[in-house]
């Protein structure tokens, strides 16, 4: 085929056969994993990285030690050093966002999905670098935060770095970032499928084998790697069988709701702070370091609430604790928590809410059966999936996190009920709020777009007004200007109704100022590759492309082997495919009864869509 022929081709739709499918799926997707496995590896190393700085500064500030071994600042000795450490990570950590780049403020997660809905999924090597070191000063310095929001970021930031290197578009890009962020995530919990699950509700914004399947890859080698990186064993393991009466899972019910509730205070109380933070007469610099000065003071009070604390996290699921330290443990923990995110320092919130979910559940498994340890686990799963609105990854990753499958249904219960409280009593989550309060908004809903349901054929017009091709120029002038209200653009036939060409006001206009002779025909200044058609079997969707790519607002149907005219689709009637679409969802029908609309809601039953 020629090139002119190739263009022609795709401006009329000739001889082109819309590829009609489940999946959208080709095989470039092949490549794409080839990618994913080198992103899902250096996610890996980058967690590694990041445990092993959060070690270094922790035995540093700590400990005045030079040693990468495992630490916590609640075995250091308590004094005023203990409100220093965290104001001078908070200092550093603030100069770094200041003359280093603010996309390390925060935790990480809203950044990730800024960067994807926004900003092309293309990340600045700098994030690279600064994301884990700032996070690392301001983890091991005392923050009470954890490494799974940092890895996030900086897995993504190592994604889209490596797509970047090559021609691909922005969905590829989004693809290998995600990929690098759940590799990440999946390496420092060893919870690969909780990985692939937090990058379908939370990164993606789609499911698609061209992003499902490299993203698995990745997960896929970062899972493997990891023994050679970190303990080949669940991170907090449970190895005890659920033993609940009948009415247990009502219990996890009422557990997720009170951990629903528990996540929306949470939520708000952050946005609170950050709005008193906006008041202070300061530079947002100095602010991680006023974090940091509450950060040391709780510390003072409950030693065990700085840091990530995976240990605490562990002492909770094995029931060693006491009630009167998981309550304090829980209020300082909240308080400080909340304080030093609000003050804009680098730092993740998933561990953090782990170990808030799971005191409070701990707290309430005193009254209920089966033992404080897994109403722990069940909290934790909770906290999680309320508070990041992503059920399924609270579930899987409480499960890989204890190694315990039996805990599917009580977790998947838990989560279920707590990302139901949240989404019914708050508009955002803890991670999109930022996102909107920068001006952008999100959806994330899925749903299959009507377009691709429907066919020309169910929104086309079959009642077309036409041209002939016969008209001279003096006429279609005379038909575009004259006192009756006209189209902008019509078709232009032959005797047998085969389309020639449109024709609209741009192009009467034109003719008029470059003084074409009136006698002429519009047969002789139109051809048959000068229109956009479609076809009434083809996917609206793909018309709707071509008319975007054209910039056409009226498009004749032909039949594809003979271009005879049998309709015509313009903007108004893929507004009513909308409109039907929204009609599904408003219009309540009893099939007993008499049907009941929605007011205000559209009816359009011409258009035949799915349900």
Same mark, same amino acid.
């Not at 990891?226 to 009502?250: H, I, K, N």
């Not at 240990?311 to 030093?340: E, Q």
């Not at 005879?564 to 039907?580: E, P, Q």
């Given at each position: 085929?020629?090139?002119?022929?190739?263009?022609?081709?795709?401006?009329?739709?000739?001889?082109?056969?819309?590829?009609?499918?489940?999946?959208?799926?080709?095989?470039?997707?092949?490549?794409?994993?080839?990618?994913?496995?080198?992103?899902?590896?250096?996610?890996?190393?980058?967690?590694?990285?990041?445990?092993?700085?959060?070690?270094?500064?922790?035995?540093?500030?700590?400990?005045?030690?030079?040693?990468?071994?495992?630490?916590?600042?609640?075995?250091?000795?308590?004094?005023?050093?203990?409100?220093?450490?965290?104001?001078?990570?908070?200092?550093?950590?603030?100069?770094?966002?200041?003359?280093?780049?603010?996309?390390?403020?925060?935790?990480?997660?809203?950044?990730?999905?800024?960067?994807?809905?926004?900003?092309?999924?293309?990340?600045?090597?700098?994030?690279?670098?600064?994301?884990?070191?700032?996070?690392?000063?301001?983890?091991?310095?005392?923050?009470?935060?954890?490494?799974?929001?940092?890895?996030?970021?900086?897995?993504?930031?190592?994604?889209?770095?490596?797509?970047?290197?090559?021609?691909?578009?922005?969905?590829?890009?989004?693809?290998?970032?995600?990929?690098?962020?759940?590799?990440?995530?999946?390496?420092?919990?060893?919870?690969?499928?909780?990985?692939?699950?937090?990058?379908?509700?939370?990164?993606?914004?789609?499911?698609?084998?061209?992003?499902?399947?490299?993203?698995?890859?990745?997960?896929?080698?970062?899972?493997?790697?990891?023994?050679?990186?970190?303990?080949?064993?669940?991170?907090?393991?449970?190895?005890?069988?659920?033993?609940?009466?009948?009415?247990?899972?009502?219990?996890?019910?009422?557990?997720?709701?009170?951990?629903?509730?528990?996540?929306?205070?949470?939520?708000?109380?952050?946005?609170?702070?950050?709005?008193?933070?906006?008041? /202070? =007469?300061?530079?947002?610099?100095? @602010?991680?370091? +006023? %974090?940091?000065?509450?950060?040391?003071? &709780?510390? #003072?009070?409950? !030693?065990?609430?700085?840091?990530?604390?995976?240990?605490?996290?562990?002492?909770?699921?094995?029931?060693?604790?006491?009630?009167?330290?998981?309550?304090?443990?829980?209020?300082?923990?909240?308080?400080?928590?909340?304080?030093?995110?609000?003050?804009?320092?680098?730092?993740?919130?998933?561990?953090?809410?782990?170990?808030?979910?799971?005191?409070?559940?701990?707290?309430?498994?005193?009254? /209920? =059966?089966?033992?404080?340890?897994? @109403?722990?686990? +069940? %909290?934790?799963?909770?906290?999680?999936? &309320?508070? #990041?609105?992503? !059920?399924?990854?609270?579930?899987?990753?409480?499960?890989?996190?204890?190694?315990?499958?039996?805990?599917?249904?009580?977790?998947?219960?838990?989560?279920?009920?707590?990302?139901?409280?949240?989404?019914?009593?708050?508009?955002?989550?803890?991670?999109?709020?930022?996102?909107?309060?920068?001006?952008?908004?999100?959806?994330?809903?899925?749903?299959?777009?009507?377009?691709?349901?429907?066919?020309?054929?169910?929104?086309?017009?079959?009642?077309?007004?036409?041209?002939?091709?016969?008209?001279?120029?003096?006429?279609?002038?005379?038909?575009?200007?004259?006192?009756?209200?006209?189209?902008?653009?019509?078709?232009?036939?032959?005797?047998?109704?085969?389309?020639?060409?449109?024709?609209?006001?741009?192009?009467?206009?034109?003719?008029?100022?470059?003084?074409?002779?009136?006698?002429?025909?519009?047969?002789?200044?139109?051809?048959?590759?000068?229109?956009?058609?479609?076809?009434?079997?083809?996917?609206?969707?793909?018309?709707?492309?071509?008319?975007?790519?054209?910039?056409?607002?009226?498009?004749?149907?032909?039949?594809?082997?003979?271009?005879?005219?049998?309709?015509?689709?313009?903007?108004?009637?893929?507004?009513?495919?909308?409109?039907?679409?929204?009609?599904?969802?408003?219009?309540?029908?009893?099939?007993?009864?008499?049907?009941?609309?929605?007011?205000?809601?559209?009816?359009?039953?011409?258009?035949?869509?799915?349900?």
């Amino acid at each position: 085929m020629t090139a002119a022929n190739s263009r022609r081709s795709a401006r009329t739709g000739h001889s082109i056969e819309s590829r009609l499918g489940d999946f959208s799926a080709d095989p470039r997707v092949l490549i794409l994993v080839a990618m994913a496995v080198i992103v899902g590896a250096a996610g890996a190393g980058a967690a590694w990285l990041l445990i092993k700085l959060i070690a270094l500064v922790t035995n540093l500030a700590w400990f005045g030690r030079l040693s990468f071994a495992q630490a916590t600042p609640a075995q250091a000795v308590i004094g005023p050093w203990t409100v220093v450490v965290p104001a001078l990570g908070g200092l550093i950590v603030g100069l770094m966002a200041r003359f280093g780049s603010e996309k390390i403020r925060g935790h990480g997660i809203p950044e990730a999905i800024e960067a994807i809905l926004i900003g092309g999924s293309r990340m600045d090597p700098k994030v690279a670098v600064l994301k884990p070191l700032s996070s690392a000063i301001s983890i091991g310095s005392g923050g009470p935060f954890g490494a799974e929001g940092p890895i996030i970021m900086t897995g993504g930031a190592l994604g889209s770095l490596f797509a970047q290197c090559f021609h691909m578009s922005a969905a590829e890009r989004k693809t290998l970032l995600v990929a690098g962020a759940a590799a990440g995530m999946t390496a420092i919990f060893g919870t690969p499928l909780a990985a692939v699950a937090l990058a379908v509700e939370l990164l993606l914004f789609e499911w698609k084998p061209r992003s499902f399947i490299p993203v698995v890859a990745a997960c896929a080698v970062s899972i493997a790697l990891r023994p050679l990186l970190f303990a080949p064993v669940p991170l907090f393991p449970y190895p005890q069988m659920p033993d609940l009466p009948w009415w247990g899972l009502l219990a996890c019910a009422l557990v997720g709701i009170v951990g629903g509730l528990q996540s929306g205070l949470c939520t708000r109380c952050l946005y609170a702070g950050e709005d008193l933070f906006e008041r /202070l =007469p300061i530079h947002w610099m100095w @602010w991680p370091v +006023i %974090g940091g000065v509450f950060v040391g003071l &709780g510390g #003072m009070i409950e !030693p065990r609430a700085l840091g990530v604390g995976y240990d605490v996290i562990a002492d909770l699921v094995n029931g060693h604790m006491t009630l009167a330290g998981v309550a304090m443990l829980l209020w300082v923990k909240a308080v400080i928590w909340i304080i030093a995110l609000a003050s804009g320092t680098s730092g993740g919130v998933l561990a953090p809410l782990l170990i808030l979910g799971g005191a409070l559940g701990w707290i309430e498994g005193t009254w /209920l =059966p089966g033992g404080s340890g897994l @109403w722990a686990i +069940i %909290g934790m799963g909770a906290m999680m999936g &309320g508070t #990041m609105r992503a !059920p399924l990854t609270g579930t899987l990753f409480a499960i890989e996190l204890t190694g315990n499958v039996h805990l599917l249904v009580p977790l998947l219960v838990a989560t279920t009920a707590a990302y139901a409280v949240t989404v019914l009593l708050l508009k955002r989550s803890i991670l999109t709020e930022k996102i909107s309060r920068r001006g952008q908004h999100i959806t994330r809903e899925y749903a299959i777009d009507p377009l691709q349901l429907a066919r020309v054929a169910d929104v086309m017009v079959k009642d077309v007004d036409t041209l002939p091709r016969e008209m001279t120029i003096e006429d279609a002038v005379a038909f575009f200007t004259g006192e009756i209200k006209r189209h902008r653009s019509y078709p232009v036939v032959d005797s047998r109704r085969h389309v020639v060409g449109m024709v609209d006001r741009g192009d009467v206009l034109r003719w008029m100022s470059e003084g074409v002779p009136e006698q002429r025909t519009l047969d002789d200044l139109l051809s048959d590759a000068s229109a956009v058609v479609g076809h009434p079997g083809e996917i609206v969707a793909d018309l709707v492309y071509r008319m975007v790519a054209h910039d056409v607002g009226r498009v004749p149907i032909v039949e594809p082997a003979t271009r005879r005219l049998v309709g015509l689709v313009a903007r108004k009637d893929l507004m009513r495919v909308r409109a039907a679409s929204r009609r599904l969802d408003l219009e309540r029908q009893s099939f007993f009864g008499r049907s009941v609309r929605k007011p205000g809601a559209p009816v359009d039953d011409e258009i035949k869509l799915s349900g």
